[in-house]
């Protein structure tokens, strides 16, 4: 059961992560929602500004100088022994400015291993991890961010690094509740290969996407286009008969909307077309591809649910706990 577990996650990552384009990539974890906000609305974002520090992993513009002192820490369950830890932190510095630090690391549990003959060998653990730093700088209504990360992975003591940027931009409506992003991610350099015959490749995408809210409404939209650099997204396994042009469109967005029932209470509902069709079930969706959450503001605290299913019985789970650590050291300082 726990093997099957495992196996339904693989299946996860690619359609979540990184839809097929007919090469398989590596360090894709890199596409995963790291938090629980952006896993709530659909797990893709790059508009969303000045919410949540974590949302420089998606876009490194989308950070200003107003979440300067603000700390995060998020976990994700998945399934089986598979969970994902991040951490994010804005400090502003005098010669600097504000920067933005960030880790996640994905942990794949511990994994039977076996021989060329299907007999069992040692257990063995896998992870995979990237640090990054981001810088974001604002004139007039625009925005522009950069994301320097360093990634680690390990599959089954197999180890490979990269040294990669984020490039980020933005626009603010001066006068509306309207936010429009994009980023080009991933852009950089493997440093070491697996092996000496493995070919690993940098998972680089360009987004797209736009947030606004409509006047007088307690609602916030957000629509996202992806996989926007790849010529063709393919579905792992051909639908029949075969997709047309609406479903081609589609399976490069995510949407996702937020419900602002007060000041300190959200609801977070998000769709990924592309992950719905491709683990779904034969006769039933299952939930596949459809997020929701919740964000709550208590006092100086604020905490942040979200649930994704991947198929019937299984889903991921994400936890997200922020505070402005910067104003709790300066009461205690007084």
């Keep these: 059961m726990r093997r099957k577990l495992l196996l339904y996650f693989l299946m996860a990552v690619p359609a979540t992560a990184f839809a097929q384009n007919g090469v398989r990539q590596s360090f894709e974890f890199l596409n995963m929602p790291g938090h629980a ?8 974002n790059t508009s969303l500004a000045d919410r949540d520090v974590n949302f420089f992993f998606s876009n490194p513009a989308l950070n200003s100088d107003s979440l300067a002192g603000t700390a995060s820490a998020s976990y994700q369950f998945y399934v089986a022994s598979v969970g994902q830890a991040s951490a994010a932190y804005s400090h502003q510095f005098k010669k600097w400015g504000t920067l933005t630090f960030g880790l996640q690391h994905l ?10 003959t299907g007999q069992a060998t040692q257990d063995f653990k896998s992870g995979e991890t990237v640090l990054a730093v981001s810088k974001s700088h604002q004139v007039s209504h625009f925005r522009i961010g950069v994301n320097l990360k360093m990634a680690f992975s390990n599959i ?8 990669m940027v984020d490039i980020g931009g933005l626009f603010v409506h001066p006068t509306q509740d309207l936010r429009v992003g994009m980023v080009v991610k991933n852009l950089g350099a493997v440093l070491s290969q697996y092996t000496e015959t493995s070919r690993a490749k940098l998972p680089f995408d360009v987004q797209l996407g ?19 650099a790849r010529t063709n997204v393919d579905y792992a396994v051909p639908p029949d008969p075969a997709p047309g042009a609406f479903d081609k469109v589609m399976r490069r967005l995510t949407f996702g909307a937020e419900v602002l029932l007060h000041r300190n ?37 604020e905490f942040v649910f979200s649930r994704g299913g991947y198929v019937v019985g299984n889903a991921g789970y994400t936890f997200t706990l922020s505070k402005n650590i910067d104003t709790l050291m300066k009461r205690r300082q007084l």
Excluded at 107 to 116: L, P
Excluded at 156 to 163: I, N
Aim: proline content about 2%; overall charge positive; hydrophobic content about 40%.
């Design 210 to 228: 736009v947030t606004f809210k409509p006047e007088h409404m307690p609602l916030r939209f957000s629509i996202t286009g992806y996989n926007l």
């Design 156 to 163: 089954a003591g197999y180890r490979a690094s990269a040294l």
């Design 37 to 44: 906000r952006l896993g709530g609305l659909g797990g893709v």
């Design 265 to 301: 209470v959200n609801v977070l509902v998000g769709y990924n077309y592309l992950v719905h069709q491709e683990l779904k079930l034969a006769n039933a969706g299952g939930g596949a591809g459809i997020t929701f959450g919740f964000s709550a503001r208590i006092k100086s605290f």
């Design 107 to 116: 942990s794949y549990g511990t994994i039977k291993g076996y021989d060329a």
